[in-house]
C-alpha cells in the first residue's frame, strides 16, 4: 500500500532558529508532494507544490526564502522552516499523490511534523 | 480562487442519530473532486470519502455523499453516528486540472456523547 513518512514527529525550536522535516513515499512513485501547514485552531494552508523536474510553486504568504524545499527524487522532499518565529508554529503536512494515480486524485498525507517555536 | 465552506465550529450529537455534515464549494471548474477528510486527535488527516461523479452517491465506512454540481454541495451523511466518529471533519476541493492542491474547508467538530 501507499504510505507516506514524515519525521521529525515532533520538534522544538528556539526562536529565530531553523528546522528541517522531511517526506517519504513508499510503495508509490511521488510525482507531487504538497507542503500544508495547520496552524493551531485553523484548516490546513498550502505552503507549496514541488513537482519533480518542475518549478516549485508556493502559494501566497510563503516564499522560498522562508520555507525553501528540495524534492530530488520520487520517493522524498524534504522543507525547512528558516528562522522560525511564534507563527510559524503547528502541523506540518505532506501529501504526495501516485504519478499513475490518474484518475482519483488522491493525496495520501504523512502524519505530520508538529513544530513547537519557544 | 476556490473556495470550502463548511458547517461551522462544533456539532454535538447523541450516539445513534443521524450525522449531517455540510459542504458547499466554490469553483471556477467544471469538473472538481470533493473529498472529505477525518481527523483525530494528534493524527494526520485521513481520506474518508472522494467524488467527482455528478449526482452519485459514494460511500466508505457507513459514511455517505453525493457530489451535486448544481448546487456545488458535497453533504457528509451517516444514518447513525458511534463514539468513535467523534473528530474533526475536513471537505476538500481540488481540480483536475490541478490534482495536487486541495483547498480545505475551516473544519467542523462532531463530538458524538453517549
Known amino acids: 500500500g501507499a504510505l507516506v513518512y514524515q519525521y521529525p514527529r515532533r520538534t522544538i525550536c528556539k526562536s529565530g532558529t531553523s528546522m528541517r522535516m522531511e517526506c517519504q513515499a513508499v510503495g508509490f512513485q511521488a510525482t507531487s508532494v504538497a507542503w500544508y501547514r495547520q496552524s493551531p485552531q485553523k484548516t490546513f494552508e498550502l505552503i507549496a507544490l514541488?513537482?519533480?523536474?518542475?518549478?516549485?510553486?508556493?502559494e501566497q504568504n510563503f516564499t522560498q526564502e522562508k520555507f525553501p524545499i528540495s524534492h530530488p527524487n520520487l520517493s522524498f522532499s524534504s522543507m525547512t522552516v528558516l528562522n522560525a518565529y511564534l507563527e510559524d508554529r503547528g502541523l506540518y503536512l505532506c501529501?504526495?499523490?501516485?504519478?499513475?494515480?490518474?484518475?482519483?486524485?488522491?493525496?495520501?498525507f504523512g502524519p505530520g511534523t508538529r513544530l513547537t517555536v519557544l | 480562487g476556490d473556495s470550502v465552506t463548511q458547517t461551522e465550529g462544533l456539532v454535538t450529537l447523541t450516539e445513534g442519530l443521524p450525522v449531517m455534515l455540510n459542504c458547499t464549494y466554490q469553483t471556477i471548474y467544471s469538473n472538481p473532486f470533493l473529498f472529505w477528510y477525518v481527523q483525530h486527535l494528534n493524527e494526520s488527516p485521513r481520506l474518508l470519502l472522494k467524488?467527482?461523479?455528478?449526482?452519485k452517491r459514494t460511500e466508505h465506512q457507513g459514511f455517505h455523499a453525493t457530489l451535486h454540481k448544481s448546487s456545488s454541495s458535497f453533504h457528509l451523511q451517516k444514518s447513525s453516528a458511534q463514539l468513535s466518529d467523534s473528530a474533526l471533519y475536513y471537505c476538500?476541493?481540488?481540480?483536475?486540472?490541478?490534482?495536487?492542491?486541495?483547498?480545505f474547508g475551516a473544519g467542523t467538530r462532531l463530538a458524538v456523547c453517549p
Open positions: 476538500a476541493l481540488s481540480d483536475t486540472g490541478s490534482f495536487n492542491k486541495l483547498t
Open positions: 501529501g504526495a499523490r501516485d504519478r499513475l494515480d490518474f484518475n482519483y486524485a488522491e493525496q495520501f
Open positions: 467524488s467527482f461523479t455528478d449526482n
Open positions: 514541488s513537482t519533480v523536474n518542475s518549478a516549485i510553486k508556493y
